[in-house]
C-alpha cells in the first residue's frame, strides 16, 4: 500500500500562486502513478491533472492548462502541483492519489490523501 500525505493548502488572493506538495510513504518501490484532484463545495471530484511514473508525461484538466504545473520527485516520493494565476474557481478541496502503472491515469486511482483546502479570494 500507498500512504498520501498533502501540503501547501491555504488562502491566497486572485491571480496568486501556491504549491502543493503530495508526500508518499509505504511501498513506494513499485512503479505508480498520481494524480491530483479537487473538490468544491456542492460539486463532484474532478481530476486536475495526472503525471505517469517517470515523470515525463502529464495531463491536465482543460481549465488548468497553462496555469498549474504537475510533476514529481521519485528519489523523495513526493508530488507536486505548482498553480499559478490563481481565480476563486480554483477553490476546493486538493487531493492527491495513487495508483500503479506506468502510465498516466485519470481513473482508477487506488489510494487517496486526506486533502488541503484551496481557498482562492477576491
Known amino acids: 500500500q500507498v500512504q498520501l500525505v498533502e501540503s501547501g493548502g491555504g488562502l491566497v488572493q486572485a491571480g496568486g500562486s501556491l504549491r502543493l506538495s503530495c508526500a508518499a510513504s509505504?511501498?513506494?518501490?513499485?512503479?505508480?502513478?498520481m494524480g491530483w484532484f479537487r473538490q468544491a463545495p456542492g460539486k463532484e471530484r474532478e481530476i486536475v491533472a495526472a503525471?505517469?511514473?517517470?515523470?515525463?508525461?502529464?495531463y491536465y484538466q482543460n481549465s488548468v492548462k497553462g496555469r498549474f504545473t504537475i510533476s514529481r520527485d521519485n528519489a523523495k516520493n513526493t508530488m507536486y502541483l505548482q498553480a499559478n494565476s490563481l481565480n476563486p474557481e480554483d477553490t476546493a478541496v486538493y487531493s492527491c492519489?495513487?495508483?500503479?502503472?506506468?502510465?498516466?491515469?485519470?481513473?482508477?486511482?487506488?489510494?487517496w490523501g486526506q486533502g488541503t483546502q484551496v481557498t482562492v479570494s477576491l
Open positions: 503525471i505517469n511514473w517517470s515523470g515525463t508525461s502529464t
Open positions: 492519489a495513487a495508483r500503479y502503472g506506468i502510465s498516466w491515469y485519470t481513473n482508477g486511482y487506488d489510494y
Open positions: 509505504g511501498r513506494t518501490s513499485s512503479r505508480y502513478a
